[in-house]
């Protein structure tokens, strides 16, 4: 059993999570479990007709009583496991986020019928997305539907996932306003967040309210487009911190996510760079989600980083987690060990790079790129079975998209 100390999470505390779905009965993001509540009082229908705070209150009784019992959750396990592979995990960035509620929390300040003090919200708003990218799932972009009907021959696959709208559900937005004199952050994925309308609409209400000066915005985007509210509505804002979805550069983007232009991306990139007070940007960092197609960009994508001064130059290492012929792990044994070469050179490197070792995040850089190397060495994890579906899958979008795998990838 872990020291109470070291297993505790305030998210339970503080935490709105809602899924592309809807759904708000899992803890977080980073939790492959729901809290075992159905499904009709956890929708966001149900939150928007009141009662939010005591009903999220409620909803946590069983996790916040494991936590303050010492206790290693199940529904919390992917946290854990990166504790113990020394890989930072969400609870303890969540910790770090908050360390007020934290501490009230270790010096039993906070305790199992203490309200829900609404500092977090994360709200992952539907899958209406301008791109299909290759590691994606139709869940978070509809585009996909139709490809993974014809994939996986199930005409009836994804009916479900059409018609998902409840981020248009202005009720839901304004009693978050309601009940948000306590938030902090406020995170915002997709889908893609910058296509809600909703959203902007929900900002301005927070505007209006007077709260918006003690909120940070975060969000999740793929930057394919920049709207011109940004502009007007962000400077309000504590500070805006933008984690930027590229997963390498040039051909090896273009590939990955469909049918972005990597152009495209370069100009977006640069204005951002030229805006940064004026969108009253605190932080841009890039989030790579290294999978098969593109762990061998990593040092092409740090290098172009490199350019940029106030865009993070080290981009923040997301390691793909499904599908799982997607992995790098699928990747035969030989071509792993090529690239395991490439990123070992490219880590003694790195240290001519002037001034990474003062980014915050380089340290991260550094450890998972290492992780990735010894994982990369690691034969135990290939599975045949695994690197068949990887070519299976690779194929069916390679014909859909007229790409080829061959040049983003020398198998």
């Known amino acids: 059993m872990s020291n109470k100390k070291d297993n505790l999470c305030v998210l339970p505390w503080n935490h709105l999570f809602v899924t592309n779905t809807g759904d708000a009965s899992f803890p977080c993001c980073s939790s492959q479990y729901s809290l075992g509540r159905n499904e009709k009082s956890d929708s966001v229908l149900k939150l928007s007709g009141g009662g939010l705070l005591k009903e999220l209150s409620e909803s946590k009784k069983n996790l916040r009583e494991a936590f303050l019992k010492g206790e290693e959750p199940k529904i919390c396990s992917g946290c854990y496991e990166k504790d113990r592979e020394g890989i930072w995990s969400y ?12 501490d009230e929390l270790k010096n039993k300040s906070l305790d199992l019928a203490s309200p829900m003090k609404l500092e977090f919200i994360d709200l992952r708003l539907g899958n209406l997305c301008n791109l299909a990218c290759r590691m994606c799932d139709a869940g978070s972009s509809r585009l996909l539907i139709d490809d993974y009907r014809e ?26 306003v309601e009940n948000g004199k306590d938030i902090k952050i406020i995170n915002m994925a997709g889908g893609e967040p910058f296509l809600i ?18 909120i940070e915005l975060r969000y999740n985007t793929n930057l394919t487009i920049i709207p011109e509210k940004a502009k007007k509505l962000w400077p309000k804002f504590k500070g805006v911190v933008l984690f930027l979805s590229i997963d390498g550069i040039d051909d090896v983007y273009e590939y990955i996510r469909y049918p972005a232009k990597w152009t495209k991306i370069e100009k977006n990139l640069e204005y951002l760079e030229d805006n940064f007070e004026d969108l009253n940007i605190t932080a841009a960092n890039i989030q790579m989600t ?24 080290v981009p923040l290492i997301n390691l793909l987690e499904t599908p799982n012929e997607l992995s790098f792990k699928s990747l035969p044994i030989d071509y792993r060990k090529e690239v395991a070469k490439k990123l070992k050179i490219f880590l003694m490197d790195i240290f001519d790079l002037k001034g990474l070792q003062k980014i915050d995040t380089y340290e991260d850089f550094l450890r998972n790129t290492t992780y990735l190397v010894e994982e990369l060495l690691n034969e135990a994890t290939f599975q045949d079975s695994q690197y068949q579906e990887f070519i299976r899958i690779t194929e069916f979008f390679d014909n859909k998209r007229k790409q080829k795998l061959s040049d983003v990838l020398n198998l």
Do not use: C, H
Not at 154 to 167: A, S
């Open 91 to 102: 609870r303890k960035t969540s910790n770090d986020l908050f360390p007020k509620t934290y």
């Open 290 to 313: 290294v999978q098969a197609y593109n762990i061998a960009n990593i040092p092409e994508l740090t290098k172009y980083l490199q350019k940029f001064e106030k865009i993070s130059k």
């Open 151 to 176: 994939y996986l021959g199930d005409e009836n696959f994804g009916k479900e996932l059409e018609g998902i709208n409840w981020f248009s559900d202005r009720g839901f937005y304004k009693n978050l």
């Open 197 to 214: 309308e909703e959203s902007w609409e929900f900002l301005e209400m927070l505007i209006d309210r007077g709260f918006a000066k003690n």
